[in-house]
């Protein structure tokens, strides 16, 4: 088939959602793009760049990473690009390069990150033809310092793998993620509240760290850092059909952003909502009153026992406009 422009979406394989959002264009506009995926390399199999973005003078191996990926997309030629960013090499002179493909080309970026994690960000998206961004905070501050209209978008999930099923629920309350890095204390606090309170509510309780058995100095490193809650650890990492398995045998899934993405909305909360779990969701401060969240342990404490006694109707409609679809919907109007 001979397709008319080709779309790519350039997306960091820490966010493991590169091939579904590719996935969901592609049945999009199937007769339409010839789109294709390429994913930036940000794991430990990448060393060099690994350790280059915790090591400011490597910082120049960020910039060899970039100018490879800079010369893949440039022999793609892509009319349309989609960059999905959480860690990214990328920076200014990138884009700017980018821009030369042709004088048509059209870059819409994702920020899954907030801006004070990569300071980049302000650049590449005042160099962007539009932009949208999982926190209201930031979209605030980018409205402050650029006249760019920025979408709201939060996360997504993914109805053919995350959906509720009746059936007995066996664990009371679940935690999958990582917590050892600096920007989770927040979540390191509440994990603690929660392995306190298993105890003394006498909880079927699990959390599931983002190492392996497979990575042992990184599990032993997630083990000293969550030593607080470690009788409740189990090793990851786990994605997508696990974890939706999980969820549906879950009464409570905790749900605690990192420290800077306080107003974010994770792909943890939706998928679990649509597995028909509880979400019971940390806020530090809080200005409205919302019955699932809690800011303290006695708080916790209150919601847990309330959502074990009340079994949570669940209603397919409060979470409808958060699908990959819904989100594939809100950046494709920016290509017509």
Not at 289 to 318: G, P
């Amino acid at each position: 088939m001979k397709y008319k422009k080709r779309f790519l979406i350039v997306a960091a394989n820490s966010l493991p959602y590169g091939k579904s959002i590719t996935k969901a264009f592609q049945e999009k506009y199937k007769n339409e793009f010839q789109i294709k995926l390429l994913e930036v390399d940000v794991s430990t199999k990448n060393f060099l760049y690994f350790i280059s973005r915790n090591v400011k003078f490597l910082d120049f191996l960020k910039i060899i990473y970039a100018r490879q990926l800079v010369k893949l997309i440039k022999k793609f030629n892509p009319d349309y690009i989609l960059f999905f960013l959480g860690p990214c090499p990328f920076t200014k002179n990138d884009f700017l390069e980018l821009k030369k493909i042709n004088k048509k080309i059209f870059i819409y970026t994702w920020l899954c990150d907030v801006l004070d994690y990569n300071k980049c960000f302000l650049d590449i998206i005042k160099l962007s033809n539009k932009a949208g961004s999982f926190s209201q905070n930031d979209i605030n501050l980018i409205n402050k310092r650029f006249n760019i209209e920025i979408d709201y978008l939060p996360m997504f999930y993914e109805p053919n793998i995350f959906f509720n099923i009746n059936q007995k629920r066996n664990i009371d309350i679940t935690f999958i993620g990582g917590w050892s890095n600096k920007r989770f204390s927040n979540r390191r606090k509440c994990l603690s509240w929660l392995s306190d309170l298993s105890k003394e509510l006498n909880l079927n309780t699990i959390i599931i760290a983002r190492s392996s058995i497979k990575k042992p100095i990184l599990f032993i490193f997630d083990l000293i850092k969550g030593r607080y809650f470690a009788k409740w650890i189990k090793p990851g990492p786990i994605f997508g059909t696990e974890i939706a398995s999980i969820y549906r045998n879950s009464k409570i899934v905790l749900d605690c952003s990192a420290d800077n993405q306080s107003d974010s909305s994770p792909t943890r909360r939706f998928e679990a909502l649509a597995c028909g779990s509880t979400v019971l969701t940390y806020k530090k401060e809080r200005f409205d009153k919302n019955d699932n969240y809690f800011s303290s342990k006695s708080e916790l404490r209150q919601l847990i026992n309330k959502a074990i006694i009340n079994k949570r109707e669940f209603n397919c409609e409060e979470i409808r406009e958060h699908t990959i679809e819904a989100r594939v919907e809100i950046i494709s109007q920016s290509f017509k």
